[in-house]
């Protein structure tokens, strides 16, 4: 079945939401975030400059970059580090995510119903990247995402059909019931209609078809995003024990639906409930919005870790084998991932991946005004070990080089196999002073390293290193490559005035 199948909805309708005035619509902001996040080629230059026009976003990203749920190695003190220090792929799904969350709160809907869906959709979002992290998925802002707008086709359809609406609407039954009313009343629900919605403002593919089988993950299969669509249906589920804990049997939903749609194991869903309770008031600061009180969110996990102990979990234990191979499956797509980044040999970045983090950390450098360091380190004498002692051992000290390369740079800087015995080294926001002093080290840590061959040989190597630094605000350059050739040009004063020193590129 293809996509315009599934979102084909009964006429009127259709026809209320396409005419109708009053629907959520996008801010100029997000219309843009929306376009870079079906760019293939964006960077993160281009994401900090969207954002920083509008100031309260900048705010929140600042913000959650910094916060314990998003806690990285280093904090953020502008929103160009934020970006850098959330990665490219999350800071984008999360500034989607905040540009978006305003549809649901500026809703010309009635005031109860918008309160009720938007504390669903703060819920569920957090529920599901918790689901996300429990089952071993990667992608758990895009699930964010995809379980915070899962509810926005209520909007939707209150703002295109309110009277009909407000009948089905008012006595705030809980979800399924609500699903119930809709498909009676108007031949199709709202995850229908959200999905429709997000067709028209051109979301990314995942988060329309996440929407679409929220309530049903099975509509979405043959598009290989059952998956994803499980995680919000739970969500859901655990969104609904939350906003509405007195609705009946709904703990008992979020085990049977967990169970039913991932396979999740006793100690994990009980983990997924604590992990929401916790994560819900750093989510309503951030959000500037009250969930659900911290005592009540403390009693439904108490209640549902009483559920969950008293069940037979048989069926459970029955798919964890279905479980494990997810989990294995999504370790080798990332141990693949991680190859083609690697050099072969010796596991340092290599020359395709060096290329292009060189072109992300020049454009950063360039729109941000702040220095770039790029060293070129090469072997000295190197085809005389390989002609005396044979290749395995050279390659055994090119090993041990890029190891000893490695643990002397900073998180963040880079070492990559630019070829043969040749090593790049790039240092972001490093200027000259500290980058002579990296480079140093790292030659002096070569000379100091100890080769011991098979036959008992000992071998010492050492490097010659050329060095260039760019600050964009004394000079400009032609581009990355630039720097890599002045670097070479550097590296060759080194090797004429006597090899194991470093030496600097001065334009002439």
């Excluded at 079906?38 to 954002?51: G, K, M, S, V």
């Excluded at 705030?172 to 067709?199: K, N, P, V």
């Excluded at 479980?323 to 990332?334: D, I, N, P, W």
């Excluded at 050329?466 to 630039?482: I, L, M």
Aim: include cysteine; charged fraction near 20%; hydrophobic fraction near 40%.
């Amino acid at each position: 079945m293809q996509d315009k199948d599934k979102l084909t909805l009964p006429p009127t309708v259709r026809d209320a939401l396409t005419y109708c005035p009053t629907l959520p619509t996008l801010s100029s902001v997000a219309v843009q975030i929306v376009e870079l996040a079906r760019d293939p080629e964006a960077d993160p230059a281009q994401l900090t400059r969207i954002i920083s026009r509008d100031p309260a976003l900048a705010s929140r990203v600042l913000r959650v970059s910094n916060s314990s749920i998003y806690a990285r190695r280093r904090s953020a003190d502008n929103l160009h580090q934020a970006v850098s220090v959330l990665g490219f792929n999350a800071a984008i799904t999360l500034a989607l995510s905040f540009s978006l969350a305003d549809c649901l709160r500026i809703s010309s809907g009635a005031a109860q119903l918008t309160d009720y869906v938007w504390r669903r959709a703060l819920a569920g979002a957090v529920a599901c990247r918790q689901l996300g992290h429990q089952l071993g998925r990667s992608d758990g802002e895009e699930l964010f995402l995809a379980a915070l707008l899962q509810d926005i086709g209520i909007l939707a359809l209150h703002a295109a059909l309110p009277e009909a609406y407000a009948e089905i609407a008012g006595d705030q039954s809980g979800h399924d019931t609500l699903i119930e009313r809709e498909l009676a009343t108007f031949g199709c629900d709202h995850s229908q209609a959200g999905a429709w919605l997000m067709r028209q403002w051109q979301i990314p593919n995942y988060v329309v078809l996440a929407t679409l089988g929220s309530h049903n993950p099975a509509v979405v299969e043959p598009d290989g995003q059952y998956c994803a669509a499980a995680c919000v249906a739970v969500a859901s589920r655990i969104a609904e024990v939350f906003v509405n804990p007195e609705g009946a049997g709904a703990t008992e939903d979020v085990i049977v639906e967990a169970n039913r749609r991932t396979g999740l194991g006793q100690d994990q869903l009980g983990a997924v409930l604590e992990g929401v309770s916790n994560e819900i008031p750093e989510i309503a600061q951030i959000f500037d919005t009250e969930i659900v009180s911290a005592a009540l969110a403390a009693g439904i996990v108490d209640q549902a870790r009483e559920v969950l102990i008293a069940r037979n979990l048989d069926l459970i234990r029955e798919v964890s084998t279905k479980h494990r191979q997810a989990e294995e499956f999504e370790r080798h797509s990332q141990q693949w991932q991680d190859t083609a980044q690697r050099d072969g040999l010796t596991g340092v970045s290599n020359r395709w991946h060096l290329d292009q983090r060189l072109e992300a950390e020049f454009a950063l450098a360039e729109d941000n005004g702040w220095p770039l360091a790029v060293g070129f380190l090469d072997l000295d004498y190197f085809k005389a070990i390989n002609d005396v002692h044979g290749h395995p051992v050279g390659d055994q000290v090119l090993i041990q080089t890029a190891n000893v390369l490695q643990s002397h740079v900073r998180d963040g800087d880079l070492v990559g196999r630019y070829g043969g015995e040749e090593f790049v080294i790039v240092l972001p926001g490093a200027l000259e002073e500290h980058a002579h002093h990296v480079m140093e080290r790292l030659r002096a840590a070569v000379e100091a390293q100890v080769c011991e061959t098979d036959n008992g040989a000992t071998l010492r190597v050492t490097a010659s290193v050329g060095v260039t630094v760019y600050n964009p605000s004394t000079c400009r350059h032609e581009g990355p490559s630039s720097l890599v050739r002045e670097a070479d040009r550097a590296l060759y004063d080194a090797k004429e005035r006597g090899r194991n020193r470093v030496e600097f590129f001065h334009a002439s």
